[in-house]
């Protein structure tokens, strides 16, 4: 991190971006990037879900992972950016299997680059 850029105003500045540009950020940030100690891994964003128990508070069972796709490029042009809508799509990559959240219908799968179509 260059010595100009405090990390602080950094994190500020992220936080409180809307959904749709924080997404696209950090989408080119892992698309550019591999885990050094895992060669052929990637970075992907997800979200996680987890049922919690009413009566106790505590979380219960093993917690889900949806991967957030993006929009494909070839179906909306070169603006990569989502719109700011909520995941309010969700489907599977037919490829890798993962499943997939979205903002739109046609998807990229983050995990493999796959097609896939959000309903």
């Not at 009413?54 to 069972?61: D, L, M, N, Q, Y």
């Not at 680059?113 to 959000?118: I, K, R, T």
């Given at each position: 991190?260059?010595e100009?850029?405090?990390?602080y105003?950094?994190?500020t500045?992220?936080r409180?971006?809307?959904d ?6 950090l989408?080119?940030?892992f698309?550019?990037?591999t885990?050094?100690?895992?060669p052929g ?5 997800a ?6 128990d ?8 093993p917690?889900?992972?949806t991967a957030?796709?993006?929009?494909d ?9 989502d ?5 309010v799509q969700?489907?599977?990559c037919?490829r ?7 903002s739109?219908k046609?998807?990229?799968c ?10």
């Open positions: 991190m260059s100009s850029l405090d990390p105003t950094l994190v500045h992220l409180s971006l809307p749709e540009w924080l997404t696209h950020l989408r080119q940030v698309e550019a990037r885990p050094e100690d895992a891994s990637r970075y992907f964003l979200v996680a879900t987890r049922e919690r009413p009566r106790t508070g505590r979380w219960a069972g917690p889900g992972y957030v796709a993006y929009p490029a070839a179906h909306y042009g070169g603006d990569r950016r719109v700011d809508w909520g995941l969700s489907g599977g037919a890798c299997r993962v499943s997939l959240a979205g739109r046609h998807v990229r983050p995990i493999c680059d796959e097609p896939a179509y959000l309903t």
